[in-house]
């Protein structure tokens, strides 16, 4: 099989047992380098499809976003591999996930929340650096934290390849999902090698994208599954970049490799690393049932792209927009 094929069966399967200790977790300010640091598996979750969310809905309300009511359900059904889950203070969403399994009983799970705070203050620094130590014990140490932000590193060089291949088009907009999300599944080192194995194979003209179709940037909620990507593939277009958090932004930015690890971290995770919408002909804002905080930015979006943008919430309005 080919890299490019492994890291898209890896993505296919990424939730079934792979490894022999793995801890996951929930949110983008969960440092995964922590986990791996302690020569542990790091699994980001999302929905499972398939499994009944109507528990999950009526407990955590539609006001908090889908994608978290499918990880609840998933979760009450033992779906993933995990007995030890890590959960953040990204978003008043992630917040409310750990309150509610604190109050449940009988999930079974050993559960840890990490508070980092992101302004600019000498106060938060130790606050935040107090935050991972304390995730670092709780997992057990992490005896390799420097390698661990080395080998993240090394993919984040790699995502910026990733990332120019996509402009080019030669990339589908399914496949560059696949080729991101399956990272968060996979220890850094194997994922490198997959990576550039497959990089390597669209640079030598092996890419699913052939890049004549209409170049889409999206914005908005979360995709952590492929469907909406899928669609706008079908219908002749290819999404180029994105700034939600399963797309280029998890490999954005670098992690500094001098001074105290920890501390780094700290300044990493402390500003969020993201990426800035990628020049292209369609600009798409996707909102998902329950996220309606971006929707309350959305003029803001338009002065700062100095270009309109198009809000859609189904598959009907994404296939309206791109024909």
């Known amino acids: 099989m080919s890299a490019l094929g492994e890291l898209r069966a890896v993505y296919r399967s990424r939730f079934e047992p792979r490894y022999a200790e793995t801890i996951g977790y929930v949110g983008a300010d969960v440092p995964r380098e922590v986990i791996e640091a302690a020569g542990v598996i790091a699994l980001r979750l999302a929905p499972i499809e398939g499994i009944e969310t109507t528990f999950a809905d009526r407990v955590l309300g539609p006001g908090v976003d889908s994608s978290i009511r499918g990880i609840l359900a998933a979760l009450l059904e033992g779906a993933y591999p995990v007995d030890r889950l ?4 990204e978003s008043d969403h992630t917040v409310r996930l750990y309150t509610t399994l604190r ?31 304390r995730l670092v014990d709780w997992i057990g140490g992490a005896s390799d934290l420097a390698g661990a932000i080395a080998a993240t590193n090394r993919l984040r060089e790699l995502g910026d390849r990733l ?4 402009r080019g088009g030669v990339v589908s907009s399914r496949d560059a999902l696949a080729i991101l999300g399956a990272g968060t599944a996979l220890p850094a080192g194997r994922y490198a090698e997959l990576l550039e194995g497959a990089l390597g194979e669209v640079e030598r003209g092996d ?8 170049t889409v940037v999206m914005l908005g909620s979360d995709h952590s599954d492929d469907a909406v990507y899928a669609a706008a593939d079908e219908l002749g277009a290819t999404v180029v970049g994105e700034t939600h958090g399963w797309g280029e932004a998890l490999l954005a930015g670098r992690v500094g490799e001098n001074g105290d690890p920890v501390a780094r971290l700290v300044s990493h995770y402390r500003v969020r690393p993201r990426v800035g919408p990628a020049p292209a002909e369609v600009t798409l804002a996707w909102i998902q049932s329950g996220d309606e905080g971006y929707a309350w930015s959305l003029p803001q979006a338009r002065r700062a792209l100095g270009r309109d943008l198009t809000v859609v919430r189904s598959l009907n309005e994404l296939r309206k927009a791109l024909t």
């Open 163 to 166: 990332s120019s291949l996509r």
């Open 207 to 214: 890419g699913t994208g052939d890049g004549t179709g209409r």
């Open 103 to 133: 109050r449940l009983t009988g999930h079974g799970l050993d559960l840890w929340f990490v508070d980092l705070l992101h302004l600019p203050r000498a106060s938060t620094d130790a606050y935040d650096r107090e935050q991972l130590n």
């Open 86 to 89: 890590v959960l953040c203070s």
